[in-house]
C-alpha cells in the first residue's frame, strides 16, 4: 500500500514532458528542437554521384572514364543550452572523401567544433573545421555551379585545421562587416599536435557595401532584386609548414619545412540571377630547418611560390531553373626555383535545380593546358548527381 501512495505522489509531482518540436528544413535536414527553444539537433545526408571521362589522369593521354561517390556526408549542427551556444559535425564516409580511392586512411572527422555567440562582435570558435583564408574554399561543396572547385584553389586553400577563433558575423550590427582571427597548429585535419613549433596564424575581413546576404553560396538562386556585393581579403603565416603548400602537400625530401606567406583577394556580386566571383591568391615561402650534409640531389622540393586568379561567372535563366556558368583560372609561378607550373584552366557547366542547390544535376566541361602549351592540354568532362536531405 505504501509503494502505491508513493508511486501517485511522484506521479502528481513530476510536470508533465512536453513533445519536441520536429521539422524538416531545406539545406539542414531533419531538425528536433526543445520545448523551450534551448536545445536543438539537425541531421543532415549529402551525396554526390559522379560520372566523368576525359584524360582524367595527368601522367597518361589515355582518355578514361570514372564512376564514384565523390562525396558522402552526414551532418550534424544546431545548439545546446542556449541559442547561443553553437555546434557543428560533418562525417566524410566515402572512400574519396577520406583521401583514398581504395582503403581508407584517414580519419572521417571533416568538422567538430563549438561557437559561443554571446557576443555579437566576439563571438568564440573552438575545434576543427576549413580555415577561413579563400572564400572558394570554406564555400560548401554542395553549393558550387560547377561540379568542383578551380585548380586555384586546388593550389592555394589552406584546407581545414584544428584551432581557435575569434570572429563576428555581423560586426557592430551595422549589416556590412565580417572577420576572423585564428590560431592553428597548422597539421590539417589531425586533432592531435605533438608540438607546437608548427603553428598557423590566419585573419579575413570582409566588406558588403550593399548590406550582408548570402555570398557563402554560389549562384544567385534567390534573384536579388537590388544588387549584391561582398569584398575579402585575407592574410595567413604557417611557421615551418609541414608541406610544400604548407597544411597541404607533399613533405619535402630533404626533411626541412617552410615559413609561408599567403594572401587573398575575393569578391562576389550577385543582382536578378546574376552572379559574379573573383578570387586572387599568392604564395612566397623561404625554406627552414634543412638538415647539414644533405646531398643537392635531395634539395629539389622547393617552395611552391606563385600566385591565381579565378573569375567565375553564371546566370541563373528565368522560371526555368537552369544556370550555365563559364571559369577561368590561372596559377603563375613566382621566382625561378618555384616548382609551380604555369597552368590554365577553362570550362563551361550547365546545371539544373530540381530543389535548389539540395537537389540537382550538373555537367560540367573543363580543358587545361601548361603556359605555352595548349596542345598538350587535359580535357575532361564530368556529370554529378547531387541528393541532399
Known amino acids: 500500500m505504501l509503494t502505491m501512495w508513493l508511486t501517485v505522489l511522484t506521479m502528481q509531482s513530476t510536470p508533465a514532458l512536453e513533445m519536441p518540436k520536429l521539422s524538416f528544413q531545406q539545406g539542414r535536414g531533419l531538425v528536433v528542437e526543445s520545448a523551450d527553444g534551448n536545445f536543438q539537433l539537425a541531421t543532415h545526408l549529402r551525396a554526390q554521384m559522379l560520372y566523368s571521362f576525359g584524360q582524367i589522369n595527368a601522367d597518361t593521354n589515355e ?12 551532418a550534424f549542427t544546431g545548439h545546446m543550452l542556449s541559442k547561443d551556444i553553437t ?3 560533418e562525417l566524410a564516409i566515402s572512400n ?7 582503403a581508407v586512411l584517414n580519419t572521417p572527422l571533416l568538422d567538430w567544433y563549438f561557437q559561443l555567440n554571446h557576443f555579437r562582435d566576439f563571438n568564440l570558435r573552438l575545434g576543427v573545421w576549413k580555415t577561413s583564408f579563400n572564400r572558394e574554399r570554406f564555400l560548401s561543396s554542395a553549393q558550387l555551379q560547377f561540379v568542383d572547385r578551380s585548380i586555384v584553389n586546388a593550389e592555394f586553400n589552406l584546407d581545414r585545421n584544428a584551432g581557435i577563433e575569434l570572429r563576428s558575423n555581423d560586426l557592430g550590427g551595422l549589416n556590412r562587416y565580417r572577420y576572423m582571427i585564428g590560431v592553428q597548429p597548422g597539421l590539417g585535419r589531425r586533432t592531435v ?8 596564424y590566419n585573419a579575413r575581413f570582409e566588406y558588403a557595401p550593399m548590406g550582408l546576404f548570402d555570398d557563402v553560396v554560389e549562384g544567385d538562386l534567390a534573384r536579388h532584386a ?17 608541406n ?6 607533399s613533405k619535402p625530401s630533404d626533411g626541412g619545412s617552410s615559413n609561408m606567406h599567403f594572401a587573398a583577394f575575393d569578391a562576389v556580386f550577385k543582382f536578378r540571377g546574376l552572379s559574379v566571383m573573383q578570387e586572387v591568391l599568392g604564395r612566397h615561402g623561404t625554406r627552414v630547418d634543412v638538415p647539414e650534409g644533405v646531398p643537392a640531389s635531395l634539395l629539389n622540393n622547393a617552395v611552391r611560390n606563385g600566385i591565381g586568379t579565378m573569375t567565375q561567372v553564371g546566370y541563373l535563366l528565368p522560371t526555368l531553373n537552369i544556370e550555365p556558368a563559364f571559369r577561368y583560372s590561372y596559377i603563375k609561378s613566382l621566382g625561378s626555383g618555384s616548382e609551380i607550373k604555369d597552368n590554365h ?26 603556359d605555352g602549351d595548349m596542345s598538350a592540354g587535359k580535357h575532361v568532362g564530368r556529370m554529378q548527381l547531387q541528393g541532399a536531405f
Open 63 to 74: 582518355v578514361e572514364q570514372q564512376f564514384q561517390i565523390r562525396r558522402a556526408r552526414v
Open 87 to 89: 555546434f557543428k559535425v
Open 96 to 102: 574519396r572523401d577520406m583521401g583514398s580511392d581504395a
Open 193 to 200: 599536435a605533438k608540438a607546437f613549433d608548427t603553428m598557423l
Open 226 to 242: 537590388t544588387p549584391k556585393l561582398s569584398l575579402g581579403i585575407a592574410y595567413a603565416f604557417e611557421h615551418h609548414a609541414p
Open 244 to 249: 610544400n603548400r604548407g597544411t597541404l602537400g
Open 345 to 370: 584552366e577553362i570550362g563551361g557547366a550547365l546545371s539544373y535545380y530540381l530543389w535548389g542547390h539540395s537537389i540537382k544535376w550538373q555537367a560540367d566541361y573543363i580543358f587545361a593546358w601548361n
